[in-house]
């Protein structure tokens, strides 16, 4: 994974030459994962940030907390390492300082403006014109959407962690169960799961395989809120119950949307129908999709499945997933963005009956040459579950 980090930076070393841009300063957690290959527990949010440093010649340096450094050094493979200490003279704005007095005079910069902490942005404004600072988020987000081999191996792990977790919320649903219970075996699933991919050697040896996080998980009639997190509601007979794998599993840091929506005991032929249409709907999105279709095309064919059924369509049919929860481009009205081989994506459908039920499906998938591949793999049909579980 430490060579795939690599050759993603020096890419975009490519790309600041091309940009006429000297250095990147980076400061969000998932640019600093996709170039440098490590991730911090600490981040900027407790007002600890970590930097990631890249000339557009030679080697980058890692700026971060003293109490990381070790974990950082072990973790990526660049070899300059700055550690911080929280008070006296080595505070992150002194070594920042240093850091940014030695360059040459009429360096130019770039970074991610909207990903830069205003304490981080306010160092950097002493020693740059702000004016002429180069936003390096097009170019990043540009260099991400083409997923490699060894990336899209990486999110095929992940589409059996989530694939692994939807078994077990199925396998433990029943009449009775509570919500959170559900959440909890999805959890350990993925979590075993996970594991089983990892080593004690290397690299993988400082990957947690832990799936964390509040599990979107919904019964009954909130299934229509969309994104609810589990409660201690009690599952019904009658009840759909929805799971939604989105931003939950996260595999060396590699993130995929996948959700899938079960019946306990009996469904309803309204929640049959609505269920019918979120698939098909899913399934038209699919089916258009191959490279130079434009974005938006992909949602416009779920769209028309839905107008035709009588449901009102969601504003946006998918979008693109890698590092980021969130990345370029979206299928949704608006981005003209043509696909292309190697891009990935989550493809929902989704109705809602607000106050009574919702319908929900969601794949991540990656396009070919010819079409696209799932890299989530679970049955799509309808699935009522007997009382008992």
Request: glycine share 10%.
């Amino acid at each position: 994974m430490l060579e795939l980090t690599r050759q993603h930076t020096a890419a975009l070393q490519q790309r600041m030459q091309d940009l006429g841009v000297d250095l990147a300063i980076l400061t969000d957690d998932d640019s600093i994962a996709y170039f440098g290959g490590f991730w911090g527990y600490l981040g900027v949010e407790f007002g600890r940030p970590t930097l990631l440093l890249i000339p557009r010649d030679g080697a980058p340096t890692v700026i971060t907390p003293l109490m990381e450094a070790e974990m950082v050094a072990a973790m990526t493979w660049v070899e300059d390492v700055r550690p911080w200490e929280d008070a006296g003279e080595r505070r992150w704005e002194r070594v920042l300082r240093q850091f940014l007095e030695a360059l040459p005079a009429g360096t130019r910069f770039g970074w991610e403006p909207w990903r830069t902490p205003h304490a981080v942005a306010a160092v950097v404004g002493e020693h740059f014109d702000r004016a002429g600072v180069a936003d390096l988020e097009p170019t990043i987000a540009k260099l991400r959407m083409i997923k490699s081999e060894a990336e899209i191996a990486i999110m095929r792990r992940a589409g059996e962690i989530a694939a692994a977790m939807m078994q077990a919320t199925r396998d433990s649903l029943g009449v009775g169960v509570p919500e959170y219970e559900l959440a909890q075996a999805a959890l350990t699933a993925g979590t075993r799961t996970a594991a089983g991919f990892l080593t004690e050697r290397g690299h993988e040896a400082l990957i947690s395989p832990t799936i964390h996080g509040l599990p979107i998980l919904q019964s009954g009639s909130d299934t229509a809120r969309v994104h609810r997190r589990a409660t201690v509601r009690a599952v019904r007979h009658g009840d759909p119950v929805y799971l939604c794998c989105c931003n939950l599993v996260r595999f060396k840091q590699y993130r995929l949307g996948f959700d899938r929506e079960f019946f306990v005991g009996t469904a309803s032929d309204e929640m049959v129908r609505a269920y019918e249409v979120t698939v098909a709907a899913q399934q038209a999105a699919l089916a258009a999709m191959r490279p130079g279709v434009p974005a938006e095309d992909v949602h416009l064919a779920a769209e028309a499945v839905y107008r035709d059924a009588g449901f009102a369509p969601g504003y946006r049919t998918g979008r693109a997933i890698g590092i980021s929860e969130l990345e370029a481009p979206e299928l949704k009205t608006g981005d003209r963005t043509p696909l292309a081989a190697g891009m990935t994506f989550a493809v929902d459908g989704g109705i809602s009956v607000p106050g009574r039920f919702g319908t929900r499906i969601g794949d991540s998938v990656v396009v070919t040459a010819d079409g696209f591949d799932y890299l989530t793999e679970f049955p799509r049909g309808l699935t009522v579950v007997a009382d008992s579980g």
